[in-house]
């Protein structure tokens, strides 16, 4: 089953646009569609908020990241910037985000606020990302584009490396600083920024392991819909992995905010937590297959109106990989748990569908359906 950032040890800050976004100081005042971040708020504590206090220079919140998430959006000179102790060699670094552009030289996804320790940099204009740790420790082999992406780069360990959309990229020397004041996008004195949006971003304390990387772009992968290629030998074709993980750790993990869509803490079958859809509403995933005979069902629990629209489960129609229309499963009557499927699909090539479980109840507005257990084979 996929992992969670908390789930791996050494997590020392963790950043979800979908948690912990304030308009304040205080951390008084959730940002809303268009308000800008003052603080961003560390997810597992001790300090090491991201704040910005000049109004001029705060990324803009808004629901237009990957699968229906929210992002921070960097323009000109926008930054983030966290006061912190130094952080002990080596670290792990995490960033789920994308450049639109170029800005100063460097232009970099994270710096030290004395741009003298470490870097996660382009050498703009040029594509290929660089690590610096008090010296060149990597230039990427690798250019990025404008498209999301998800990047981990491990650096004042024995060796240094950087990975994209969970496929090793390039591996140098450690690199002898650590890091201390960290900044995403841009540095203090608004010399080295980058144009760009932000999703999540990680820091561990220690080298991790090839294994809690690769489980962590799972993560990644599942998320932010971001599925290389690479990733899929890991996530397909698994009942016990992939969809199961999908829903139960990374979207009940969070919150969703598509209308309706909820952490339901009390439910679950066989364990709380769930997802919840409280009104008429879908939450939309992507399922990774190869060519043959495939099924994926959920237990589903409606709360009230049996007799009405029950809960779905559709597997949305790609002519390319040989489903050419929508195959849906309906839920069958009961006020307890029931499960809807499985649902079969036979594609003809290897790939990535769409699935949505639906709550369809349109006879009475907030009747919930609660969803759980997600089984892919």
């Keep these: 089953m996929s992992v969670i950032p908390s789930d791996v040890a050494n997590l020392v800050a963790w950043f979800k646009s979908d948690m912990g976004t304030y308009q304040d100081a205080a951390k008084a005042v959730p940002c809303t569609e268009g308000t800008t971040v003052y603080t961003w708020a560390n997810q597992v504590g001790g300090g090491f908020d991201m704040v910005q206090a000049n109004a001029a220079r705060r990324p803009t919140w808004v629901y237009t990241g990957?699968?229906?998430?929210?992002?921070?959006?960097?323009?000109?000179?926008?930054?983030?910037?966290?006061?912190?102790?130094?952080?002990?060699?080596?670290?792990?670094?995490?960033?789920?985000?994308?450049?639109?552009?170029f800005g100063?030289?460097?232009?970099?996804?994270?710096?030290?606020?004395?741009?003298?320790?470490?870097q996660i940099a382009h050498s703009s204009p040029n594509?290929?990302?660089?690590?610096?740790?008090?010296?060149?420790?990597?230039?990427?082999?690798?250019?990025?584009?404008?498209?999301?992406?998800?990047?981990?780069?491990?650096?004042?360990?024995?060796?240094?490396?950087?990975?994209?959309?969970?496929?090793?990229?390039?591996s140098g020397s450690p690199g002898?600083?650590?890091?201390?004041?960290?900044?995403?996008?841009?540095?203090?004195?608004?010399?080295?920024?980058?144009?760009?949006?932000i999703y999540e971003f990680?820091?561990?304390?220690?080298?991790?392991?090839?294994?809690?990387?690769?489980?962590?772009?799972?993560?990644?992968?599942?998320?932010?819909?971001?599925?290389?290629t690479a990733l899929h030998s890991a996530i397909k074709n698994s009942p016990s992995r992939g969809s199961v993980g999908a829903l139960r750790k990374l979207v009940v993990g969070g919150i969703d905010y598509r209308?309706?869509?909820?952490?339901?803490?009390?439910?679950?079958?066989?364990?709380?937590?769930s997802l919840e859809i409280d009104q008429p509403n879908f939450f939309a995933f992507r399922w990774g297959v190869d060519p043959g005979n495939r099924?994926?069902?959920?237990?589903?629990?409606?709360?009230?109106?049996?007799?009405?629209?029950?809960?779905q489960l559709v597997i949305k129609a790609d002519a390319s990989l040989g489903v050419p229309?929508?195959?849906?499963?309906?839920?069958?009557?009961?006020?307890?748990?029931?499960?809807?499927?499985?649902?079969?699909?036979?594609?003809?090539?290897?790939?990535?569908?769409?699935?949505?479980?639906?709550?369809?109840?349109?006879d009475t507005f907030g009747s919930s359906a609660i969803f759980d257990h997600i089984v892919a084979r």
Excluded at 203 to 227: D, H, K, P, V, W
Aim: charged content about 10%.
């Design 66 to 101: 990957p699968l229906y998430k929210p992002e921070l959006q960097f323009i000109t000179s926008d930054v983030l910037g966290s006061t912190h102790a130094l952080i002990a060699q080596p670290i792990t670094v995490f960033i789920a985000g994308k450049r639109t552009g």
């Design 202 to 228: 990680l820091i561990y304390n220690r080298a991790l392991t090839l294994t809690e990387i690769q489980s962590l772009e799972e993560y990644f992968g599942f998320r932010y819909g971001i599925m290389a």
């Design 127 to 170: 594509p290929a990302p660089y690590i610096w740790a008090g010296g060149s420790v990597i230039q990427s082999a690798t250019t990025i584009g404008t498209a999301p992406l998800f990047m981990c780069a491990q650096f004042n360990g024995a060796s240094s490396f950087l990975r994209f959309n969970g496929a090793a990229n390039a």
């Design 295 to 311: 099924t994926i069902s959920v237990k589903v629990k409606q709360v009230s109106n049996v007799a009405g629209l029950r809960p």
């Design 325 to 362: 229309v929508d195959v849906i499963g309906e839920a069958p009557a009961g006020l307890d748990w029931v499960t809807i499927g499985p649902v079969a699909v036979n594609p003809t090539s290897s790939g990535v569908l769409w699935v949505e479980i639906w709550n369809v109840d349109t």
């Design 176 to 197: 002898p600083n650590g890091v201390t004041n960290i900044h995403l996008m841009g540095d203090a004195g608004a010399t080295y920024w980058l144009p760009g949006s």
């Design 259 to 273: 209308l309706g869509v909820k952490r339901n803490n009390s439910e679950g079958s066989p364990n709380p937590p």
């Design 104 to 118: 100063g030289a460097p232009s970099c996804w994270m710096i030290n606020g004395d741009a003298a320790g470490c």
